[in-house]
């Protein structure tokens, strides 16, 4: 069972344009996290939010957490070659790192 | 080195035959995770540990998966009689505990193939 969707799985897109990843689950979650990923590498951690409504900014990156702690999205402002990857969501149920993740969304920015 | 480091980067083999992945994680770290991705999918909980032993051994697709870890460091997984549908990369990665929030570093996984 996949307790957490994103949408949409992939995304081709001209640098400059804005575009928003969207993770959706029906289960509440104490923290979700959100990574990127490069082809033949491990995930990287980009942020944790952890209270409803919570928005965490990283320069062009705008992440925001439901205020029920169901979902999240993830929003892009001119996208660059560089944020080209894979991206995924993550959730922490109860006190414990365990963590579920997403479906994935490949990100295209074509220069 | 710095980072948690995962041998071998590639495994092709036969299959039938038993394979085993080693993660090395950050000096440290009391927790390191088993997760397993497909192409351009996400990732799989397989298994976790706090020091040497591991609470949730939940995600572990069937008896052919076992891992251990040994001096609160390194661990091992073993997939024994391996089958197609195997094949996958197979991600590590250690944080300082288990508690809620501490993020995972991963590793650059083992691409395993099974012919």
């Known amino acids: 069972t996949q307790l957490l969707e994103q949408s949409p799985q992939f995304l081709s897109i001209q640098e400059g344009e804005n575009l928003t990843v969207y993770c959706n689950s029906s289960s509440v979650f104490s923290s979700l996290q959100w990574y990127r990923q490069e082809p033949g590498e491990g995930p990287v951690l980009l942020v944790t939010v952890v209270t409803g409504g919570e928005v965490k900014k990283l320069k062009r990156l705008t992440f925001q957490f439901g205020d029920a702690r169901k979902d999240s999205s993830l929003h892009i402002t001119a996208a660059q070659p560089g944020d080209t990857g894979l991206y995924l969501c993550a959730g922490a149920k109860g006190g414990t790192n365990k963590l579920i993740f997403g479906t994935g969304t490949l990100l295209a920015v074509q220069p | 080195g710095a980072g948690v480091s995962q041998s071998p980067s590639n495994k092709v083999t036969e299959k039938g035959k038993d394979v085993e992945l080693r993660c090395d994680p950050i000096s440290g770290h009391t927790a390191l995770y088993w997760y397993r991705q497909s192409l351009g999918q996400g990732l799989e909980f397989l298994i976790y540990?706090?020091?040497?032993?591991?609470?949730?051994k939940s995600g572990l697709p069937s008896d052919r998966f076992s891992a251990e870890r040994t001096g609160g460091s390194v661990s091992t997984l073993t997939i024994q009689r391996t089958q197609q549908e195997d094949s996958a990369v197979y991600l590590c990665a250690s944080s300082l505990g288990q508690v809620g929030n501490q993020p995972q570093h991963f590793g650059d996984g083992t691409r395993l193939s099974i012919l």
């Open positions: 540990f706090q020091g040497n032993s591991a609470p949730d």
